[in-house]
């Protein structure tokens, strides 16, 4: 590895901001997925290093990203974004498969989940509707496998950290899903 990319790694794990994102491009680093899900991508800017992270692992044209978001359906409110032609180009330069989603969790998962296949790693961003993003964790176990890793952007006091979803909180989050859908 040369000398510039290995302190590019260094930036992006110990010095980018925002400092959040930090957690995704180190539990990249840790744990090498090839195939990435992010929820909610905003600007676009956590998807392009973080396919830069795992490109230290694999060649990029082994990296699969798929990004959903809602693009230029995204509110004032939801933050900033970028237009799903900006984020195509954003993210080709990278040399990863990429495939962008529009709409929120909840319509994207439901209709794809079965066909996109597994995932070793899944971002969800904060900001993203309560009420789709709590719907959608029915079909998250559909696209994980045994070695897959959530990380989950939660709001605490102004300030957004991701943390890892274990398994038993994801089964749990599943299990209240139904209990909605057969109310």
């Given at each position: 590895m040369?000398?510039?990319?290995?302190?590019?790694?260094?930036?992006l794990?110990?010095?980018?901001?925002?400092?959040?994102?930090?957690t995704?491009?180190?539990?990249?680093?840790?744990?090498?997925?090839?195939?990435?899900?992010?929820?909610?991508?905003?600007?676009?800017e956590?998807a392009?290093?973080?396919?830069?992270?795992?490109?230290?692992?694999?060649r990029?044209?082994?990296?699969?990203?798929?990004?959903?978001?809602?693009?230029?359906s995204r509110?004032?409110?939801?933050?900033p974004?970028?237009?799903?032609?900006?984020?195509y180009?954003?993210?080709?330069?990278t040399?990863a498969?990429?495939?962008?989603?529009?709409?929120?969790?909840?319509?994207?998962?439901?209709?794809?989940?079965?066909?996109?296949?597994?995932?070793?790693?899944?971002v969800?961003?904060?900001?993203?509707?309560?009420?789709?993003?709590?719907?959608a964790?029915?079909?998250v176990?559909?696209i994980?496998?045994?070695?897959?890793?959530?990380?989950?952007q939660?709001?605490r006091?102004?300030a957004?950290?991701f943390?890892?979803?274990?398994?038993?909180?994801?089964?749990?989050?599943?299990?209240?899903c139904q209990?909605?859908?057969?109310a």
């Open positions: 040369s000398v510039t990319r290995c302190l590019r790694l260094r930036y794990l110990h010095l980018s901001k925002p400092a959040s994102d930090r995704v491009y180190r539990a990249v680093h840790e744990q090498k997925p090839r195939r990435i899900l992010e929820l909610g991508m905003g600007a676009a956590r392009v290093r973080t396919i830069e992270v795992a490109a230290h692992h694999a990029a044209e082994e990296i699969h990203y798929v990004g959903v978001d809602l693009f230029e509110s004032a409110a939801s933050g974004g970028v237009s799903l032609k900006t984020a180009r954003l993210l080709r330069s040399g498969a990429i495939r962008l989603l529009p709409g929120d969790p909840l319509t994207v998962l439901s209709r794809f989940a079965n066909e996109l296949g597994r995932f070793d790693l899944v969800i961003a904060a900001g993203l509707s309560g009420q789709s993003l709590g719907q964790w029915y079909f176990p559909r994980l496998h045994g070695a897959s890793h959530v990380l989950l939660e709001t006091g102004g957004a950290e943390r890892e979803v274990p398994v038993r909180e994801v089964e749990a989050r599943v299990q209240a209990r909605r859908r057969v």
